[in-house]
């Protein structure tokens, strides 16, 4: 296996119909990686990028789904992938919602609803995943944020569940070793929200982030395969965020 090669290895992937997931899913695909594309309520674009994946050069795609926030679900995913795919090596937690939650109208439904998406689900994932991923020295990915660290305004429950992933990753490298790697990807500007920043204060991001500029997609699914492959890296959080936080 040449450096950087996933044949043989099977990841699977959530929230990967869309965004960055998707091409977290094509990045691993064009490894050699089997992917499985996990989606909630994305069908029709999960099952086209899979048809897409299996007719590239690469490994097999399958498109799976399920609401991640309902845990009875998360050992029948892992299980499904396992049977569909052979196994499991990787597992990428990317799935997560995002939407304002200023202070003074936060309802216990907002704080379940982020809470049960981005932080609860790559937990118990995790635990339904942790005895394939081991079988196979396998790894998991969490996709974290610059706001783990810098909470962004009126998105407190946001900025406090992507802190709990950031700590959640340490905790499982310390759990799951030495069999399983567990490392983070952090991502600044990447892509912009579908709701929820203004022009204004894009521009006012930009300025505020030593590059200028935003990353784009790749960048973030390059970082994911250089984890997932870097077999004596466990316990970080890899910050694709271009210097914001230099400010």
Known sequence: MTEGDLSGRVALVTGAAHRLGAATARRLHAAGAD????YHRS????EALAEELEAAAGGRARAIGCALDDTANLGPLVESVAAALGGLDILVNNAA???PTPLAEVTEA???DLMATNLKAPF???QAAAEH???RGGCIVNLTDVYAERPLARHPVYSISKA??????RTLAKEMGPAVRVNGVAPGAALWPDAGLSEPDKEALLRHTALGRSSGPEPIADAVHFLATADYITGQILGIEGGRLLY
């Not at 069908?43 to 999960?46: H, K, L, S, T, Y």
């Not at 709990?164 to 990753?169: E, F, H, N, Q």
């Open 124 to 126: 118990f994932l995790a």
């Open 43 to 46: 069908r029709q674009a999960a």
């Open 97 to 99: 919602r995002f939407y």
């Open 133 to 135: 991923l081991a079988a």
């Open 110 to 112: 907002h704080w379940d």
């Open 164 to 169: 709990g992933v950031a700590m959640l990753t």
């Open 35 to 38: 992917v499985a594309i996990h």
